[in-house]
């Protein structure tokens, strides 16, 4: 069964400065790989997903991540992080199995910005 | 609507109370998925729909979880004898593809069994 781990449980930034969140994967085939975004009282909101071709794939709000199958793993990037990106972060991977993209997602990173 | 919506908001039960979650997906979205999501923990997958069939229900924790979507459209979780450790939040998302490449999310149940 497919699994997500991201060891970082929260994390602290200064506004202005650069973000890598990490997330590493088990999967037994080529992975389609998540990242989602929610902030307090709301739902998840899709930042950035990959199914193939370019390992580095560009998202909404200024995200990017970096998908590594050497490392299993799929990490979130930032270069400056506005206060309003303060939020969890959940990485997620999909079993497409069943016909439909299942998710499992990881334990989601909580992030934090000083200003 | 613009979005997902769920309803109620909020829901506190007695234990051994019978709730049922309503979720509106977006107009025209084929698939239909809900999640639990614990407190301090990622949402688990909990069943998925297309159009009105059932196509997986692995997750749902026992028999006392049951979902349904007769028209296609808005779908409802019930969950009977409800339990302490049924208190999460529920997360309902749709997608207007089979394979729920992007899915869209409704702000959630919370439900609190006491």
């Known amino acids: 069964a497919q699994s997500v781990t991201q060891p970082d449980i929260h994390i602290t930034v200064s506004e202005g400065a650069s973000l890598e969140l990490r997330c590493n994967y088990s999967y037994g085939a080529t992975p389609y790989l998540f990242w989602y975004v929610q902030s307090p009282g709301q739902g998840l909101q899709l930042l950035l997903k990959?199914?193939?071709?370019?390992?580095l794939v560009q998202g909404i709000k200024g995200f990017e991540a970096e998908f590594k199958r050497s490392q299993s793993s799929f990490n979130l990037r930032k270069p400056s992080v506005h206060w309003s990106d303060a939020a969890e972060y959940f990485c997620?991977?999909?079993?497409?199995?069943?016909?439909?993209?299942?998710?499992?997602f990881g334990t989601g990173t909580q992030l934090k910005v000083e200003l | 609507g613009a979005g997902v919506s769920q309803s109620p908001r909020y829901k506190v039960a007695k234990r051994g109370q019978d709730v049922a979650l309503r979720c509106d997906p977006i107009?025209?979205?084929?698939?239909l998925f809900w999640y639990q999501q614990a407190l301090g923990q990622g949402p688990e997958f909990l069943t998925y729909?297309?159009?009105?069939?059932?196509?997986?229900k692995s997750g749902l924790p026992s028999d006392r979880f049951f979902a349904e979507r007769p028209e296609g459209s808005v779908s409802t979780l019930k969950i009977q004898r409800t339990q302490q450790e049924d208190s999460a939040v529920y997360l309902c998302?749709?997608?207007?593809?089979?394979?729920?490449?992007?899915?869209?999310f409704g702000s959630g149940t919370q439900l609190s069994v006491l």
């Open positions: 729909f297309q159009n009105e069939a059932q196509l997986d």
């Open positions: 997620a991977v999909a079993d497409i199995t069943g016909g439909g993209n299942k998710l499992t």
């Open positions: 990959y199914f193939s071709g370019d390992t």
């Open positions: 107009s025209g979205h084929v698939s």
């Open positions: 998302a749709s997608s207007p593809s089979h394979g729920g490449e992007k899915l869209f």
